[in-house]
């Protein structure tokens, strides 16, 4: 009962617009000369949860907050005073939380967020040696059917042409017919995710795809039917198309980086100029 009480007295003072003073409050706990009120834990319960976790919620925090004072407390007692003055790292990371939100401020208003694809294909180009796949990557296409399926003779005719009719077709057929299918040979994926829809087990696989543009493998119930039409090894150059979104955030933050350089570059020299600091 005591906490089903406290809970509506919870939600009936953190529901109006402003609290009782403390000093008119029944505290919650105590810890030495420290206490919790109800007026303490605004925003604890969400409005619309259960009575029963409600209760949980607030026996947890009051747990949590008797224990945390408990520690502070002792810590107060073994630490020397030297080693309880945080004023200069409070005053710094107030300092960067001022500069950080300024700088925000300034980037949201200024910073142009428009990357053009001529950009993102010039810095590719300039720095293509240091985007590399970090393991065998393929296009490829692949359509899997019951292993005496009439349609396999057609199937292998669309797999192997280029025609946009053909690939239309191919789609078709494989919505309809195929068990399961990939023919986006536009899309680059990892070789070991192909690995894992299709029964291929090459022992060398860097060979495999050198050697091979057209694969049929079966098992006792379906055959597979796989062309590759491109691919690239471990360590090799990642193509454009993979590293697109890392260009376009890498672009995005060299901007950045200049439009706060420069507003911290202004700031000094007008500074500099209008007298407002000196270095002794």
Not at 64 to 86: P, Y
Not at 240 to 263: F, P, V, W, Y
């Amino acid at each position: 009962m005591y906490w089903r009480s406290l809970l509506f007295t919870l939600i009936l003072l953190t529901s109006c617009s402003g609290f009782f003073k403390k000093k008119t409050e029944s505290p919650l706990a105590r810890v030495y000369d420290d206490y919790l009120y109800v007026s303490d834990m605004k925003g604890v319960v969400t409005p619309g949860i259960p009575a029963n976790d409600s209760i949980m919620i607030v026996k947890s925090y009051v747990d949590n907050w008797v224990r945390q004072r408990l520690i502070l407390h002792q810590a107060g007692k073994n630490l020397q005073s030297t080693q309880l003055d945080f004023s200069k790292q409070l005053e710094n990371y107030k300092n960067s939380l001022i500069i950080f939100e300024y700088e925000n401020q300034l980037i949201h208003q200024k910073l142009d967020t428009v990357v053009t694809e001529d950009e993102i294909s010039n810095y590719y180009n300039t720095n293509q040696n240091t985007f590399l796949v970090r393991d065998i990557i393929v296009r490829v296409q692949y359509a899997k059917l019951p292993l005496k399926s009439k349609f396999l003779p057609q199937a292998r005719l669309l797999l192997v042409s280029d025609k946009p009719d053909d690939r239309n077709k191919l789609a078709d057929l494989c919505e309809q017919q195929s068990f399961g299918y990939f023919i986006d040979d536009q899309k680059w994926i990892f070789f070991s995710q192909l690995m894992n829809q299709v029964p291929l087990r090459p022992t060398d696989q860097e060979d495999f795809l050198k050697k091979n543009r057209h694969v049929e493998v079966s098992d006792a119930t379906f055959t597979w039917l796989i062309r590759f039409t491109d691919y690239r090894l471990k360590d090799s150059n990642s193509p454009l198309e993979l590293e697109k979104q890392k260009i376009h955030d890498i672009i995005l933050n060299k901007r950045k980086m200049e439009l706060l350089g420069k507003m911290h570059d202004y700031i000094y020299q007008n500074a500099m100029k209008q007298n407002d600091f000196e270095v002794f």
